[in-house]
């Protein structure tokens, strides 16, 4: 029995900050909203201590789950967008955890349109 690969987290959000320029933030947190891998991009300064990133990341946790009852009669969410004064702030779902990813704001939709798609196929297998 081949043993299974185990998938390296910081290449996958190292990725996910290399797609754009106006990266600032990206995670992976799991089902509980424990953050298991993130990495602000250098040169950006965080706009929450890491106390108010993990309060936020239980936070996305949460959601995911008050989300999930309205799969049956809205289908399952493909992304969440929220648009901040100071940041533009994504999620992604995938099968076992959460992707969460943070853009400067004055990025045109299209292009984060694009990002989220690109995201998707690199965190597919997560």
């Not at 754009?20 to 995670?27: E, I, L, P, V």
């Not at 239980?58 to 648009?83: C, D, I, P, T, W």
Request: charged share 35%; proline share 2%.
């Amino acid at each position: 029995m081949a043993a299974k690969k185990k998938i390296d987290l910081l290449v996958i959000v190292q990725k996910i900050l290399k797609l754009d320029s106006q990266m600032r933030f990206a995670a992976i947190i799991d089902s509980k909203g424990k953050i298991r891998e993130a990495i602000m991009k250098a040169g950006k300064t965080s706009l929450d201590s890491q106390k108010e990133e993990e309060h936020f990341c239980k936070q996305v946790a949460q959601r995911r789950a008050m989300r999930q009852e309205f799969n049956k009669s809205l289908g399952k969410v493909r992304y969440v967008h929220v648009e901040r004064e100071k940041v533009s702030q994504m999620v992604i779902y995938t099968k076992r955890n959460i992707v969460y990813f943070a853009m400067e704001p004055e990025m045109p939709i299209s292009t984060k349109i694009r990002l989220i798609t690109k995201i998707k196929k690199i965190t597919t297998n997560l």
